[in-house]
């Protein structure tokens, strides 16, 4: 049990991690015309590119949580 | 002289240009069926996952003999999995909004770029485009209006766009601003509808 929480851990630090290198690549690497949206370039007219990290975001706390499952059942 | 609207929001980011008197007249992206297709692996890995859990249910848990599956590595295998999975759908997702074609008034500019391992740009400026075509091919591209633009230079350089929304609409207009960067009168068509 305890290694398996250790890996866990591991594994969801890292996942983290990878996200915010993510996130700050895309905020200061990204010339600010990547950000430029009209009516027309939302994807379905909804999606940004800042509303996509939010739910990718919300995924990984998903994931987190469907992993804390696994690990302790609650059955 | 005849100026397409910008295409801008009010409060949203500015845009920045090397050249300081120059501004976006026209910005897009490409269509969401392109972003549907660079995501057909993970359909398939949904698709394969699901079949996999059904399979499971149906024999192993019902049967209760877990055997292997009742294994830690097993069980970090399929924790890294799931990560991997959801991290690869959302940089796929990112990466396409961080492609564009953009047309301001001196130039056309494609940006091609992904998060970590790809940065081009290519750009013809008006005086040197020869020809913009466009065309759409196929019952899908028809029925959810998408196609292909291309644009094409006097120094032999060629731009192609592919799964461009309206590409009929989109090739008429930068059309029009490439003909008032370069001083052509309004279209014949336009005249007549004015002296009507």
């Known amino acids: 049990m305890l290694q398996n929480l250790i890996w866990f851990v591991i594994i969801n630090l ?7 290198i993510v996130l700050i690549r895309v905020s200061h690497h990204v010339k600010p015309f990547h950000f430029h949206e009209t009516r027309e370039t939302k994807l379905f007219g909804v999606l940004t590119v800042r509303l996509m990290f939010f739910i990718y975001f919300f995924c990984l706390l998903a994931s987190l949580l469907v992993q ?8 | 002289m005849r100026i397409a609207p910008i295409p801008q929001e009010p409060g949203h980011s500015h845009i920045d240009f090397t050249h300081v008197d120059e501004k976006c007249l026209l ?22 996952t699901l079949v996999a859990l059904v399979y499971l249910q149906s024999s192993i848990f019902n049967e209760a003999e877990y055997g292997l599956l009742a294994s830690d590595g097993l069980l970090i295998l399929i924790m890294t ?3 991997i999975v959801i991290h690869s759908f959302f940089l796929t997702c990112i990466n396409y909004f961080l492609d564009f074609i953009m047309v301001t008034n001196k130039r056309v500019i494609e940006v091609h770029k992904t998060t970590f391992l790809r940065d081009e740009m290519d750009e013809i400026p008006f005086d040197f485009i020869r020809a913009i075509h466009h065309e759409k091919r196929g019952i899908l591209a ?39 960067y370069i001083g052509i009168p309004e279209r014949a068509s336009r005249r007549e509808e004015d002296m009507r």
């Open chain 2, 142 to 180: 028809n029925i959810l209006d998408f196609g292909t633009l291309n644009i094409e230079s006097n120094v032999y350089q060629r731009i192609s766009m592919h799964f461009i929304p309206h590409s009929d609409q989109k090739a008429t207009k930068i059309s029009e601003i490439h003909g008032d």
């Open chain 1, 68 to 75: 804390l499952l696994l690990i302790f059942p609650l059955i």
């Open chain 2, 81 to 83: 999995y799931l990560l």
């Open chain 1, 14 to 20: 890292i996942s983290f991690a990878f996200y915010f």
């Open chain 2, 27 to 48: 910005f897009f992206r490409k269509h969401g069926i392109h972003l549907f297709f660079s995501l057909t692996r993970y359909w398939l890995v949904a698709l394969v």
